[in-house]
């Protein structure tokens, strides 16, 4: 391969001048994936992947599961970013945020300096949409390695040196997939697990009443408690530590760890400075390509023309913030880069509920 590979929070010097340079903002499964395709169908273009974290390769699905799968924290992490970036053949620069987009110049703006781009992808991912309410800053979210690296260090911190046999009390704010998942993955832990949500019944939006009140029930079986109907409030601590979640039916629970797992949120913000349409995510066509040329977006933070229904949204573009639509489209975006246009076409996605105690799956 004719390409160096570099590990850097410096711009590469000779970007500006030299050659065909893609840029990829991100390094998660969106980044990763356009990255490996594209380098396999363009042994000789520029490749770089600028990521605000250090580029580490993992699945992120395994983080609502790594009890079951018995990972520690370090074993989810399947190759490290220099390494990574090495095996893929591409520059990497890590710890590097892109700040702003000069899609006129074609040029970003990042803390490492300016970079040059020929092609951009932006794979900058979603936020955790976060409850406005007192105590926030005691709540938790788990959306990437070290948020749950954080989360388990809060586990682990509440382990009793007189008395090692307890376990975390943690209670979840959501019963969606993520919170659901968490929920089984963490009473197979060993820990105390509540789960709050506003509906009657967990996964409501995406299962039938018989498959939730199934879910349910395994789960309760396994020892989860439910407060359902109901909402967080606020947070308040204790002179021991311990949290005292406040409910809207008046009821309090006490945990060691709370975490949100309440959805994400497309994120925009970058794209929005830069001019980009955006609505529910970062506006696609079929091809990928952003409303600014040469300008593509992939993954959670992507907004699909080809996912677009006339019953959801309007018709609107919508994201499909899930593993496989985020293949497909990494996919046929490399191939459009690489010079074949090809559109993005989703077939119908089966996604896994990773909640072993009642198997299930959804449509994404
Ligand atoms: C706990 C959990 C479990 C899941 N389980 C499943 C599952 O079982 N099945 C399934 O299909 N899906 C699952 N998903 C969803 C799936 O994992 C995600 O859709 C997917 O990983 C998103 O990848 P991404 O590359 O789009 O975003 P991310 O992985 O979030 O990557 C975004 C990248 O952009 C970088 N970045 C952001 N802003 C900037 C910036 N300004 N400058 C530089 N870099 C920036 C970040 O540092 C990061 O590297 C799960 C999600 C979670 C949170």
């Known amino acids: 391969m004719s390409t160096t590979t570099q590990t850097t929070s410096q711009a590469p010097t000779c970007a500006a001048s030299t050659g065909h340079t893609t840029v990829i903002v991100g390094s998660g499964l969106a980044g990763w994936t356009v990255a490996r395709e594209l380098r396999a ?21 395994m983080l609502s599961n790594a009890f079951a799968l018995k990972k520690t924290v370090d074993g989810l992490v399947a190759m490290a970013g220099a390494a990574q970036a090495t095996k893929v053949g591409v520059d990497l620069m890590a710890h590097t945020d892109v700040r702003a987009i000069d899609t006129a110049a074609q040029t970003l703006h990042t803390s490492g300096g300016d970079v040059h781009y020929d092609q951009l992808v932006l794979a900058v991912g979603a936020d955790p949409i976060r409850l406005s309410m007192p105590g926030d800053e005691y709540v938790l979210s788990v959306n990437n390695w ?25 209670l979840i704010m959501g019963a969606g997939l993520i919170g659901s998942e968490f929920a089984n993955d963490l009473i197979t832990g060993g820990h105390e697990v509540h789960v709050v949500d506003p509906g009657e019944r967990p996964l409501a939006a995406l299962l039938a009443p018989e498959q939730s ?18 909402t967080a409030t606020g947070v308040s601590v204790g002179d021991d530590g311990a949290k005292h979640v406040t409910l809207s039916n008046a009821g309090v629970v006490t945990a060691d760890v709370v975490l949100s797992a309440v959805g994400l949120r497309a994120r925009t913000a ?14 696609v066509d079929a091809m990928g390509q952003t409303s600014a040329p040469n300008v593509y977006a992939v993954g959670d933070c992507a907004a699909y ?16 913030p899930f593993v496989l639509p985020i293949m497909t489209a990494a996919k046929a975006i490399a191939k459009t880069l690489a010079g074949e246009p090809t559109p993005i076409v989703f077939a ?10 009642f198997p299930l799956s959804v449509q994404a």
């Not at 169908?41 to 699905?61: E, H, M, N, T």
């Not at 023309?305 to 499909?320: C, H, I, N, T």
């Open 41 to 61: 169908l363009l042994p000789q273009g520029r490749i770089i992947v600028i990521s605000a974290d250090a580029g580490d390769f993992y699945s992120k699905p």
């Open 213 to 230: 009140a199934g879910l349910q029930q395994a789960l309760v079986d396994l020892g989860v408690r439910f407060h359902l109907g109901t």
């Open 305 to 320: 023309a080809s996912a677009a229904k006339p019953e959801l949204f309007d018709g609107a573009p919508r994201g499909l």
């Open 146 to 170: 070290q948020d749950y690296a954080a989360f388990r260090a809060a586990l682990d911190g509440c382990t009793d040196a007189a008395n090692p046999g307890r376990r975390a009390r943690v």
């Open 348 to 357: 119908p996605m089966a996604v896994r509920v990773k909640t072993p105690a």
């Open 270 to 283: 970058l794209a929005v400075a830069s001019g980009l349409e955006v609505g529910r995510g970062i506006h």
